[in-house]
């Protein structure tokens, strides 16, 4: 299916959900299905962002800055993941205790507001990871229209480029309790000593960045065509995440690596 049937296949999809919740975080994803529902279906659609400390303080405001630009329909809400003991245990499937609490309340403000569909900005790619969080967008009964189209995350910067819209090319991100190996207790004390460590180093010039936590020691992965760059800035890189609350500071050789705890999970079992 060319990109064109796949753009009309989406308008389709949306259309015939009447009205919509999108599950809006502000990356290119979602951005884009928000503001495509808004183009689609005027008035009947509501963006909603989840606020927690597993985000970064960098990706919330990007959502909320976006939605004024594109004076979408637009809530932010609170989530209590950080008040769940499943979810804090970190288990490789953190994600699906996560979406549940997501999706619960989306479905309530969705009752609330007589709104017909839920919608995520889950993509054609995202089927080939380790994720979770799906089977919890299958109870709850989550639509998916990306995906659904057949729309790939390239096809939709592409489209997303021409749309002008500002964050087309922002690399992709994920929450901050990635960042921790599965097994360890999530905590708030690291989700924000997490984010003070990657902040300062993506205003350096690392977009592409996850700085992962093992006590003591942060990892940082980054492309490895950073790598000369990193060995410039050391000194500073070093500065800042001791700051942050590091005693010893890596450089993972093995480069930047999407979901890197994730090995080997893709088939395992969720507990029940």
């Known amino acids: 299916m060319g ?12 259309r015939s959900y009447g009205s919509i919740l999108v599950a809006y975080s502000g990356g290119i994803d979602s951005t884009f299905l928000a503001v495509t529902a808004k183009k ?4 009947d659609h509501l963006a909603v962002t989840a606020v927690s400390a597993i985000h970064s303080g960098d990706e919330t405001r990007t959502a909320l800055t976006i939605a004024g630009k594109y004076n979408l329909n637009h809530l932010a809400i609170k989530t209590g993941e ?16 996560c979406k549940s609490l997501l999706w619960r309340e989306m479905k309530k403000i969705a009752k609330a507001k007589g709104i017909s569909a839920i919608i995520d900005g889950s993509t054609a790619d995202d089927k080939k990871e380790y994720r979770p969080g799906k089977a919890a967008s299958i109870k709850y009964g989550i639509k998916s229209p990306l995906a659904e189209a057949g729309l790939t995350k390239a096809e939709i910067r592409s489209l997303s480029k021409k749309m002008g819209l500002p964050n087309w090319n922002a690399p992709s991100n994920s929450c901050l309790a990635t960042r921790i190996p ?5 905590t708030i004390p690291e989700l924000k000593r997490i984010g003070r460590a990657e902040a300062p180093l993506k205003k350096m010039g690392f977009g592409h960045l996850r700085v992962r936590h093992h006590g003591d020691l942060a990892r940082i992965e980054i492309p490895t065509a950073q790598f000369n760059q990193a060995l410039k800035l050391k000194n500073k890189i070093i500065e800042f995440l001791r700051e942050a609350g590091y005693k010893f500071v890596t450089l993972d050789l093995a480069g930047y690596q999407k979901g890197c705890y994730d090995d080997g999970k893709k088939n395992a079992k969720r507990k029940t």
């Not at 769940?84 to 699906?96: E, G, S, V």
Request: some cysteine.
């Open 182 to 186: 599965y097994g360890q207790k999530i």
């Open 82 to 97: 950080l008040k769940d003991k499943a979810f804090l245990a970190n288990p490789p499937d953190r994600c699906y205790h």
């Open 40 to 43: 689609i279906l005027g008035e």
């Open 3 to 14: 990109l064109r049937e796949k753009q009309t296949k989406l308008v389709s999809l949306l």
